[in-house]
């Protein structure tokens, strides 16, 4: 899009088609628009915007966030922060530094290079209809939920939830996401890692996520997952449960064991070439090596 409106206001759009940017100035005034013009596009940082081709765009009417103040909040209090979705994937890198989880901020770090990242919001990231980005994955491991919102009704989900497991978006007409909230604790141990590119979608990719909290004992906490072409996870559940307590060094049979629970999921079997076998089994592997 190249042209942008006043705040509130309508305008006709340049290019090929009818397509109109919408500025709303408050979160009431966005609702509204949604509620009678559900189809709208939503733009938040717009870098996916950009990269699609102008048939997408043409004759769309495009709702811009960047005018709504209560989405631009980062607001912290004992147990979790929430961050308004239209923040900068940047700004946190700066401001968050100091209380959001670690991975969560290497996370946040991958959503692009600087320049992507200083514009693209996390309500954008997480809410792409057509991939699943390596940021999404981390931020649901570690339990992050979603507000979303439409005129007389909000609701909070795990970011687990706000897909279907087929990885499409479950999102209602006339909802926008407006916050997420990253509980605030500490992951002493962590991995994030893609091979192959993430974006654009529809590329090959695997990304190995993980994370775990160690105390005096053992193993307090520990998770992982895989995201498979920025479209099919595998999360670990059962394994992840069975090793909480477990003290550390693990055993080479414990570590074999949760190695099989991954390599068991059918879709380490069907979507994976031997290659990604291998780098999943043994990126696990070196994870659980990595506790102590
Ligand atoms: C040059 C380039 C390099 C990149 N490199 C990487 C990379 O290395 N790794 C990586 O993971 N990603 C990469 N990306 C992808 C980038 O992370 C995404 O484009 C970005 O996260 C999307 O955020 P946005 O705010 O710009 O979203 P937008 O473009 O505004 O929107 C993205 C989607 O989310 C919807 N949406 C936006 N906000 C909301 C909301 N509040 N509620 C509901 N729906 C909403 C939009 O309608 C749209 O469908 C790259 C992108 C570019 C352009």
């Given at each position: 899009m190249s042209?942008?409106?006043d705040r509130g206001k309508p305008v006709a759009g340049h290019g090929p088609g009818p397509d109109e940017l919408i500025v709303p100035g408050s979160l009431g005034e966005a609702l509204q628009l949604l509620r009678?013009?559900?189809d709208i596009g939503i733009w938040g940082g717009g870098t996916w915007w950009l990269q699609q081709s102008p048939e997408v765009r043409t004759g769309r009417r495009i709702l811009a966030l960047h005018a709504v103040r209560e989405l631009r909040r980062v607001v912290r209090t004992g147990h979790h922060v929430?961050?308004?979705a239209t923040v900068p994937a940047g700004r946190l890198l700066g401001a968050g530094r100091r209380f959001l989880p670690a991975v969560a901020l290497d996370a946040i770090r991958r959503v692009g290079?600087?320049?992507v990242r200083n514009v693209a919001t996390l309500g954008g990231a997480v809410a792409i209809p057509e991939t699943i980005l390596p940021v999404t994955a981390a931020l649901q491991l570690i339990d992050t939920s979603v507000e979303l919102r439409r005129q007389g009704n909000?609701?909070?989900v795990s970011m687990g939830q706000f897909r279907d497991p087929s990885g499409t978006l479950?999102?209602?007409p006339g909802e926008v996401v407006t916050r997420l909230r990253i509980p605030l604790r500490t992951w002493t141990h962590w991995m994030?890692?893609?091979y192959g590119a993430p974006?654009?979608?529809?590329r090959p990719s695997l990304t190995l996520v993980g994370a775990a909290s160690m105390d005096k004992t053992g193993i307090d906490e520990f998770r992982f997952a895989l995201l498979v072409d920025g479209r099919r996870q595998i999360r670990l559940r059962e394994a992840e449960t069975d090793l909480v307590g477990r003290a550390v060094p693990l055993t080479e049979r414990d570590r074999r064991t949760i190695i099989a629970s991954l390599e068991d999921n059918p879709i380490f079997g069907s979507d994976l070439d031997d290659l990604g076998r291998w780098r999943a089994s043994n990126g696990l592997r070196n994870f659980l090596l990595r506790l102590e």
């Amino acid at each position: 899009m190249s042209n942008r409106g006043d705040r509130g206001k309508p305008v006709a759009g340049h290019g090929p088609g009818p397509d109109e940017l919408i500025v709303p100035g408050s979160l009431g005034e966005a609702l509204q628009l949604l509620r009678h013009h559900s189809d709208i596009g939503i733009w938040g940082g717009g870098t996916w915007w950009l990269q699609q081709s102008p048939e997408v765009r043409t004759g769309r009417r495009i709702l811009a966030l960047h005018a709504v103040r209560e989405l631009r909040r980062v607001v912290r209090t004992g147990h979790h922060v929430e961050i308004g979705a239209t923040v900068p994937a940047g700004r946190l890198l700066g401001a968050g530094r100091r209380f959001l989880p670690a991975v969560a901020l290497d996370a946040i770090r991958r959503v692009g290079p600087p320049p992507v990242r200083n514009v693209a919001t996390l309500g954008g990231a997480v809410a792409i209809p057509e991939t699943i980005l390596p940021v999404t994955a981390a931020l649901q491991l570690i339990d992050t939920s979603v507000e979303l919102r439409r005129q007389g009704n909000s609701r909070w989900v795990s970011m687990g939830q706000f897909r279907d497991p087929s990885g499409t978006l479950r999102i209602a007409p006339g909802e926008v996401v407006t916050r997420l909230r990253i509980p605030l604790r500490t992951w002493t141990h962590w991995m994030i890692h893609t091979y192959g590119a993430p974006y654009p979608a529809g590329r090959p990719s695997l990304t190995l996520v993980g994370a775990a909290s160690m105390d005096k004992t053992g193993i307090d906490e520990f998770r992982f997952a895989l995201l498979v072409d920025g479209r099919r996870q595998i999360r670990l559940r059962e394994a992840e449960t069975d090793l909480v307590g477990r003290a550390v060094p693990l055993t080479e049979r414990d570590r074999r064991t949760i190695i099989a629970s991954l390599e068991d999921n059918p879709i380490f079997g069907s979507d994976l070439d031997d290659l990604g076998r291998w780098r999943a089994s043994n990126g696990l592997r070196n994870f659980l090596l990595r506790l102590e």
